[in-house]
């Protein structure tokens, strides 16, 4: 492996384990076995080495959740049918925490990173067209106004769920609970 490779899987590693902001170019030192100066022979900063990190990070996080998605059949639901969805939602928060924590902690970088708020803009394109797919039915010869629409609703949905299963996860709501307080009683599968 390469010192740039093991560079990369060392950002990977403290990344998922202590996030961007509280990993040192000493921390991708002993994780990497590498030289401080090939940080900056490679990447021409820490931050730029984490940011490729990052970004391979959110494009694993987009395809775990893309995954998910995709299980559902894509049809119109009844608000019931979604419990099966988010419930696997749910399940993909907590088998995949530190990911999610990367993912979140992202968003706060964008104040100061151009490149880093354009990759979330675009994770977040793909994650409302896949949301307004299998939440909603709307493919891609639907309305793309509806899409957006759509998608932004269950993006709002999906983001504030998934922090209340990062924070406090013994107190956060359910499949069934989640999908009974946002569509109201009724039928569930």
């Not at 119109?76 to 979140?104: C, E, Y």
């Not at 394109?125 to 039915?137: D, K, M, N, P, Y």
Request: charged residues 20%; aromatic residues 8%.
């Amino acid at each position: 492996m390469s010192a740039k490779d093991k560079l990369l899987l060392a950002a990977r590693e403290c990344l998922l384990a202590q996030g961007y902001a509280h990993t040192t170019v000493r921390d991708l030192v002993a994780a990497s076995g590498a030289n401080q100066a090939s940080i900056n022979y490679h990447f021409g900063s820490k931050e730029r080495l984490l940011t490729r990190a990052l970004r391979d990070l959110n494009t694993e996080w987009g395809e775990l959740l893309f995954a998910v998605l995709k299980e559902a059949d894509g049809t119109r639901s009844r608000p019931g049918d979604h419990v099966g969805l988010w419930g696997r939602i749910i399940d993909s928060i907590q088998a995949n925490r530190s990911l999610w924590f990367v993912n979140f902690e992202s968003v706060a970088s964008v104040r100061q990173d151009d490149e880093i708020r354009g990759m979330i803009a675009s994770g977040q394109e793909l994650a409302r067209a896949s949301l307004a797919r299998a939440f909603a039915g709307l493919g891609p010869d639907s309305d793309p106004g509806e899409v957006h629409a759509a998608g932004s609703h269950y993006l709002a949905l999906l983001v504030g769920l998934a922090s209340q299963w990062l924070t406090d996860p013994e107190r956060a709501p359910t499949a069934e609970q989640f999908v009974a307080a946002t569509f109201g009683p009724g039928p569930r599968r």
